[in-house]
Structure formats: structure tokens, C-alpha cells
């Protein structure tokens, strides 16, 4: 019997009994760390706390002041059409903060947030502008507005001409408990424009914060630019009437708020700057609930020094990169891939839009035509700690993604991961489904076209987090601790965040007590909401219940295997059976067996085991094409009989990538499709591995998205099905060798040269020219690099 299970077993009665003050001290020091976050993925900087969605949230806007035109590029969102020269976390961690650099070359500025934070509940903000004309003027807009219970108001004293010195706004809220946020004026270095023209000279001074508030219901502050952009027009009315002849009137000042005293208060606020040359000033958040020293200005530099030393320590410690890319050059490549995509973490609250109309069933000849019953309704509220694929282009969670996604993090911080995965898989409802996309409340609900908007609850996602729990169960055994599963009841202290659940057994069993069934419920749906026919169809196949369809595909689109365009029979069919999706479903059942160890289920690690194993055995029965050499599809032809859909690529791969070729025959599957992935006619590229074979009719089609391009994830799950079957075959390592190490570099100097080129990390990379294409500023799985520059050079 697995040596854990039989831990686990044994102990596990004790271990409940232990003592719970570790399990407290634990969630106490983990939500403490993890609090404070710019959780506002889709804005260039904006902090808001984690759990507490109706609460303080803040924000960042900047635009160039020389000209009246310069408020039309307000930088607010990270917007994909933005002309940046590059942004992003250059080191990052959510657990302590970091710094991010902003090139913007439209607004002839870059700006750099260095976010600092400790576990007593007070953050900073240091903000740095550069403008790359020496005296440019710059205006900065700070604002931040609470939703729900408590107050949030003006300390500093207001005049007609704005705010002297550092501006004090002071709050009570029942989870926050009383707090100061302070924009401070910056050190004495800073400059600001001189008003010559007089008759504004004490209206509209530029040495002065100019300020406004007013009230905002709950669930719209996050329209704050376009509040600001309708209160900057209201400033600007006047003087374009009395004085519509003046050619003095300086630029930099026509948008200045008016520091209006009669104005209503509210609990929105807006502080407005402009500066004329380089710049800095502090946003400074202090809970006075707690009695700790608060930060203050002259703090954060130590505080920002010390972040980047451990961040550069643990980053080094997390990934030992392997030759030829151990040396100094790609550390700060590696480091600001992951600082990026973990800089993308967000927390999201809210309602989302689900029709639940009859679209189960898919039984009609020509299912995807049918127009059924529309029930959109909204769902929720909901909420979610998730990291994002690209914070200009998709801020928001996407199943398919998440589990590619936290692989590089599960190296640095196991606990983010399980932290992750437990809020995914609090998703799951009473049926197992979860949204392929969660686009929770109307701030996220706004980056999405209409049309993509509504989930539907028969089509399903490659359940990529799964991917993780096997993983995790192998992190346990490769410790090879063998105190793990010692208890100590009188240990409540010594806990070390990002490992923790890797070394207390209470915490990893308890957490496995919570997510199993959750789990089980998500599998079970997958079986009977994407089962497909074989008995139907006089099939013959090892199981009669282990094959799989993809619901929700039409002729040209199967968004559901998140292969999108990738061709599959020309026309749908329901008795189609898609070898991607048994692969997953494969997948998920070794996953649970595994996961079966640790929740001490004997009886569940033998039912997933025979699941595994038919699926295995299915995949061969169904899917493998003999005279093609690969895996296919298979539809059915107008006589009723089964017939191949063999469109050589990607798809071809996955029962290699997901490791479910049986063993005895390892090599007579393996060896083929290492010959499809090298040969350069088909799959093979200097870059990497193209999406389609170059020899398919469909290549480089239409929209090209998964008919040519190069995607990292799945060059990734090619090096690494390589290195698993190369251990197990020497006949496969002889095959590999060659491929694995050319592969390998292949894809990382592509990446390279590109983040090099351009500045960005990219969606795809061109099949023929190596380039990058699609989303830019896309971490998501392409931050997998990392963890490809950790891989052994040969096999």
C-alpha cells in the first residue's frame, strides 16, 4: 500500500485530536500577508483588499500636461492598444510587494510603483515619474472611494486654490477598523509648474493638490476615470467661456479640479498633482486598529530594499536554471516573466451571467443550429483569487489557463497555489460545473465583448488545475521527510509561509477534506455532461463508458477544448469523440486516485485507478490511427460507419502530453510521434512546435489561432512527456535526446529575443518568422519559460 496513504491512515485520527491553534495561526499569518494586493489586475496600479469586496479601493491616472490634447491619453486601465514600450512587475511577490516600471512612450513618461506592505495591515505606495523631456509636466490623479459600511472623509483643509502639503483622508469601516490614507507631497526636489497667467494665479496654482469628492454608489467606483474625465470637463467650462480668446492659458491647467468647498462630500475622492520634471510622492494606508508603528515616507526605501533582496533570494531558490541559461543575463528575464504573472493576481467579486436554457442534450442532427430556450439570468455573487492570462486583454479568470498558470508558481509558493485552487473549486455547483470564464460584476464584465459574456453550464473546459494535484501529492513524497506525519499538538509557531502546507500534515490533511468532494462532484460532471457514444455506433472498445465529446462546438469552433479553431470534422456530429478530451478526463482520474491517497479513500483510489485504466486502454481502441502513426479523432461518415479525423498536431499529442501511453507500448507510440514532432514538413520550427502540422489543409487559415502559431504551454507538455518517457524506454531517450535539448532552447531564445525586441511576453509566436503575436503582455502560460530554463539541458 502508498506509504502516505498508510501515514495517513494511521495518523490522521491524531492529527484531528492535535492542536487547532496551528491550523489558526496558519490562516491568521496567511491572510495577513495576502490582505493588501493591487488585486486590480486590469488598471496599471490599484490596490483593494482580498476578501472584503465591498470595501476601500484605490487607483492610479496619469496624463501628459503640455497640451490640451494630452488628457485624451489618461492612462487608467491597461489598455492592449496602449503604445507602451513595456510594463510590469520587474519583482514582485503578493505576499510583500514589489516594483513595476511603465513605459509610456505616448505620454513621454515612465512611472514606477514600488508597493510595500507588512502583516499589521498598513501598506505604501511610492510613485515615480521620469518624464523623457526634461521639463515636461505631468498631471498625477490619485483617488479612492469605499463601498459599504463605515465613513471616508477629508482631513486636510481644503482652500479655493487646493491643498497644501500632504492631503489626510480618514476612514472607519466594521472590517477594516479606523484607517488614515495619506498622499503625500513628495520631497523637496519635486517641481511643479509656475501660473503666469494672473487672473488664475491663486485660482489655479501648481504647487497645490487640487481636490475632489463626492458620493458614488456602491459598485461604481471602479468607473473612476470616467467620473474624473466628466469633472475635469466641468472645470474646464468656465474658463473656456471667460476666457475663450486667451492664448496664455496654460495647458497643464485647464483640467484642474476646483476644490469646490460647497461641492458634496462623499466618499470619493480624487487628489489631483501636476509636475513639472522628475517626480515622487508616497500613497501611504495605516490601519489604526492595530498598535503597530505605522509606515511613513522615510520607511519605504528600506522596506523596498529589503522586498527585492528576498524576492531575489526565494526567486534564485525556486529556480535553478540550467545550462545554457545559468548566467546572470536570464535571471532578470526569469524574474520579471514570474514577477509579471503573479503580479496579475487578482480578487474578484460579483454576479455573472448564466443561461440555463435547454442546451444539455445536443442530439439533434444539426445541434448547433437549433435555437433553444434563452434563460440568461445573473448568478451569484461570487469571488475569486485567481491569476490572469494578460491584464490588458483578459483581466479575469480562465479555467483552461489557471492550471498552466500556477505550475511556475507551485516552485515559489506552494500555499498561493492550494489557496488558488480552493477558491477555483468553491465555484463548483450543485451539478460540478464551473464557468469556463468567470467574469464576475460589471468592472470585469467591461473588457468583455457582449457576445462572450454569458456562460453555459453543458460546455465544459480543460480542467487544468487538476494538473496540479498530482504535482502537489509528488511534492509531499519528494521531501522525503520523514517527520512529515509527526505531530507536535504544542507547535503553534515556526511557520513558514509559501511551504507550510508541504510540512504540517494538519494543514495539508485538512485542506484535502475540504476540496476532495468538490472534486469528485467536478469529475462525475465531466463523465456524464461530455460523455460521448460508442456502443451507439457498434464501436469496440475496451469500456463502453469511457468516451468523450466536446458539447458546445459548432463547424468552425470548438471553444470548449480551448483549441478554438483548431479543425476538427468538417462537420459537428454527436457521435464525434475528441482524443483531447478522453486525455483530460484521463488525467483527472489519475489526479484523483492520487488525491484519493491522502483523503485515506481506499475504495475511491481503486475506482479512479479502473477509470484511468479503461481510459487508457480506450484511447488505444478508439483513437489511435495505425496508417497515420498518431491519435486522432473520429466522427461519422454518411454511411453510419466510424471514420478518422486525423488533422496532425497538437491534438494528436495529448495522450503523450498527459502521459496516458500504455507501457508496453511506450515505444511503438512514442517513437512515431517524436518522428511528426521533428519533422519540420509537419510540426517541427526553429521556435518551437507549430499548433498544425504544415502539411494540413487548414493550415494557416481564417483566423490562424490554433492553426499554425506556437503556444508555450504545449511545448511545454512536450519537453516534459519527453523527459517522463525517456526515463522509462531507453530506446525513447535515444529518440528524444536530440529533439528534448534542440526543443528546449528553441523555444526559450525565441521567448528571449522577443521580451528583448519588444519589451512584452507574448499570446503566440509566429510559425515562420518566430514572432511574437496575438495578445502582448501576455504572462499567462507563456511565464512557463521559467520552469523550461529549470529543465535538464539532455535528457
Not at 66 to 95: A, K, N
Amino acid at each position: 500500500m502508498n506509504v502516505v496513504l498508510v501515514l495517513v491512515t494511521f495518523l490522521f485520527p491524531f492529527l484531528a485530536l492535535g492542536n487547532s491553534a496551528l491550523v489558526a495561526e496558519y490562516n491568521r499569518a496567511s491572510n495577513a500577508s495576502l490582505l493588501w494586493a493591487p488585486y486590480r489586475s486590469n488598471l496599471y496600479f490599484g490596490v483593494k483588499p482580498r476578501g472584503l469586496p465591498n470595501s476601500l479601493m484605490t487607483g492610479l491616472m496619469w496624463y501628459e500636461a503640455d497640451t490640451v490634447q494630452g488628457i485624451q491619453h489618461l492612462r487608467h486601465s491597461c489598455e492592449t492598444g496602449d503604445p507602451m514600450q513595456g510594463f510590469g512587475w520587474t519583482s514582485y511577490d503578493p505576499r510583500l510587494g514589489g516594483t513595476q516600471v511603465i513605459r509610456d512612450r505616448q505620454n513621454n513618461v515612465d512611472i514606477t510603483t514600488e508597493f510595500v506592505k507588512n502583516d499589521e495591515g498598513h501598506w505604501a505606495t511610492r510613485i515615480k515619474g521620469k518624464p523623457l523631456k526634461k521639463d515636461a509636466k505631468i498631471a498625477v490623479v490619485i483617488y479612492a472611494g469605499l463601498e459599504g459600511e463605515g465613513t471616508f472623509d477629508l482631513a486636510s483643509e481644503l482652500t479655493p486654490s487646493g491643498i497644501s502639503g500632504d492631503v489626510r483622508l480618514r476612514g472607519k469601516t466594521p472590517d477594516l477598523g479606523k484607517f488614515d490614507l495619506t498622499i503625500t507631497e513628495g520631497p523637496e526636489a519635486n517641481r511643479h509648474p509656475v501660473m503666469d497667467f494672473k487672473p488664475l494665479k491663486n485660482e489655479r496654482p501648481g504647487d497645490k493638490s487640487h481636490y475632489a469628492t463626492l458620493n458614488v454608489p456602491d459598485g461604481f467606483v471602479w468607473q473612476a476615470k470616467d467620473i474624473f474625465l466628466t469633472l475635469a470637463q466641468d472645470s474646464v467650462a468656465p474658463l473656456a467661456d471667460k476666457y475663450a480668446d486667451e492664448e496664455d492659458l496654460p495647458p497643464w491647467s485647464l483640467y484642474l479640479m476646483a476644490n469646490d468647498n460647497s461641492y458634496m462630500h462623499g466618499r470619493m475622492h480624487y487628489v489631483q498633482k501636476v509636475f513639472e520634471g522628475e517626480f515622487e510622492f508616497d500613497i501611504i494606508y495605516n490601519n489604526k486598529a492595530t498598535k503597530s508603528a505605522s509606515i511613513k515616507p522615510e520607511h519605504i526605501d528600506d522596506m523596498s530594499k529589503s522586498i527585492a533582496s528576498q524576492i531575489d533570494a526565494k526567486f534564485q531558490s525556486a529556480f535553478t536554471f540550467q545550462a545554457p541559461y545559468d548566467t546572470e543575463d536570464y535571471i532578470p528575464f526569469g524574474k520579471e516573466l514570474y514577477s509579471n504573472l503573479v503580479g496579475g493576481m487578482g480578487y474578484f467579486y460579483g454576479n455573472q451571467l448564466v443561461d440555463r436554457g435547454d442546451k444539455d442534450e445536443e442530439e439533434d442532427e444539426e445541434f448547433w443550429e437549433v435555437q433553444s430556450e434563452t434563460r440568461v439570468v445573473e448568478e451569484g455573487p461570487y469571488e475569486l483569487l485567481t491569476l490572469v492570462p494578460s491584464r490588458p486583454f483578459f483581466p479575469r479568470g480562465f479555467y483552461w489557463d489557471e492550471g498552466f498558470e500556477l505550475i511556475p508558481v507551485l516552485e515559489y509558493d506552494a500555499d498561493i497555489v492550494l489557496d488558488i485552487m480552493k477558491s477555483w473549486f468553491s465555484l463548483v455547483d450543485s451539478d460540478g460545473w464551473i464557468a469556463r470564464e468567470q467574469i464576475l460584476g460589471p468592472e470585469a464584465r467591461s473588457k468583455v465583448p457582449e457576445q462572450f459574456q454569458v456562460q453555459y453550464p453543458n460546455v465544459a473546459n480543460p480542467p487544468t488545475l487538476m494538473l496540479l494535484l498530482s504535482r502537489i501529492v509528488q511534492k509531499v513524497r519528494d521531501t522525503n521527510n520523514p517527520d512529515f506525519f509527526e505531530y507536535d499538538p504544542d507547535a503553534t509557531s515556526g511557520i513558514k509561509l509559501g511551504s507550510a502546507h508541504l510540512e504540517i500534515p494538519e494543514l495539508l490533511l485538512g485542506y484535502v477534506k475540504q476540496i476532495y468532494p468538490k472534486l469528485q462532484l467536478h469529475f462525475e460532471w465531466f463523465r456524464t455532461s461530455q460523455r460521448g457514444s460508442i456502443k451507439e455506433w457498434d464501436r469496440e472498445a475496451f469500456s463502453m463508458k469511457e468516451g468523450y465529446r466536446w458539447r458546445g462546438r459548432t463547424p468552425n469552433h470548438c471553444l470548449a477544448s480551448g483549441l478554438d479553431d483548431y479543425p476538427r470534422a468538417k462537420t459537428p456530429h454527436t457521435g464525434e469523440l475528441h482524443v483531447d478530451l478522453i486525455s483530460w478526463v484521463g488525467m483527472m482520474a489519475r489526479a484523483l486516485k492520487d488525491f484519493a491517497d491522502v483523503a485515506e479513500s481506499v475504495e475511491d483510489r481503486e475506482e479512479y485507478s479502473q477509470i484511468e485504466n479503461a481510459i487508457i486502454n480506450n484511447i488505444e481502441d478508439l483513437h489511435w490511427v495505425e496508417e497515420e502513426q498518431c491519435y486522432c479523432d473520429q466522427t461519422i461518415d454518411d454511411y453510419g460507419e466510424n471514420q478518422p479525423v486525423c488533422h496532425k498536431g497538437y491534438v494528436s499529442l495529448f495522450p503523450l502530453l498527459l502521459k496516458l501511453i500504455p507501457d508496453d507500448k511506450i515505444e511503438d507510440r512514442v517513437i512515431p510521434l517524436i518522428k511528426l514532432i521533428r519533422d519540420p514538413e509537419q510540426l517541427w520550427s526553429p521556435y518551437g512546435i507549430r499548433s498544425l502540422s504544415k502539411s494540413d489543409e487548414y493550415y494557416g487559415t481564417e483566423e490562424d489561432y490554433w492553426r499554425s502559431p506556437i503556444w508555450i504551454n504545449i511545448n511545454y507538455m512536450v519537453l516534459e512527456s519527453l523527459q517522463y518517457y525517456s526515463q522509462r524506454s531507453s530506446a525513447v531517450r535515444k529518440a528524444a535526446n536530440e529533439v528534448y535539448k534542440e526543443l528546449r532552447q528553441n523555444i526559450v531564445n525565441n521567448v528571449y529575443d522577443n521580451w528583448k525586441r519588444t519589451g512584452f511576453a507574448w499570446e503566440q509566436y509566429d510559425a515562420e518568422t518566430g514572432r511574437g503575436r496575438g495578445v502582448r503582455h501576455f504572462l499567462g502560460w507563456t511565464s512557463l519559460v521559467v520552469n523550461i530554463m529549470g529543465m535538464p539541458e539532455s535528457l
